[in-house]
């Protein structure tokens, strides 16, 4: 798999839904975002990290038009990107760019469309804010630990006479003192 290189390949366009973005859009904040969860303990230095699986990642995609070309393409893809009618569930919405391909986005959601703003004389600005949208899909596994033996001696200690304790336990259930 070749990866994307911008200096011999600029891309100043994505297509979102089969239609290219007005003007020249830049793409900000793209990620492969994980879920971890920290647990640390009273009087505790560090904590157990608990991997929780793949977060969405939240991106912006910005357009800059600054010719009547680029106002004209905004009002062609503007239809696709308005909120859904009163009634009606949003829509997930393909999307493509190689700065998403690079971390694995291919459909997404519209959190926000800004309205235009003059950001230099003759240039205008329009942000649309965007979720990764994934199927989610079902996992029930544990996450793995490392495979190191633990390196205190009380928890060693600990973990020998909880198994010694166990043995005992299961030998006075069945009858056996």
Same mark, same amino acid.
């Given at each position: 798999m070749t990866t994307w290189n911008p200096i011999d390949a600029p891309q100043d366009r994505a297509l979102i839904a089969d239609r290219l973005t007005p %003007?020249?859009?830049?793409i900000t904040g793209a990620g492969s975002p994980r879920k971890w969860d920290e647990q640390a303990g009273y009087a505790m230095t560090g904590a157990i990290l608990i991997y929780r699986g793949i977060g969405l990642a939240h991106f912006s995609m910005r357009f800059r038009l600054f010719t009547r070309e680029h106002w004209e393409e905004w009002a062609a893809i503007r239809p696709f990107l308005l909120r859904p009618p009163v009634g009606k569930l949003a829509r997930a919405l393909d999307v493509q760019h190689p700065v998403l391909d690079e971390v694995g986005i291919s459909q997404m959601v519209i959190e926000d469309v800004t309205a235009?703003?003059?950001?230099?004389? %003759?240039v205008w600005t329009i942000e649309l804010k965007c979720i990764e949208w994934r199927r989610y899909t079902i996992s029930t596994a544990k996450p793995d630990g490392s495979e190191a033996t633990p390196v205190d001696p009380l928890q060693v200690e600990f973990g020998e006479a909880m198994d010694e304790y166990n043995r005992n336990k299961l030998a006075l259930d069945k009858g056996n003192p």
């Open positions: %003007g020249l859009c830049e235009p703003e003059q950001t230099e004389d %003759g």
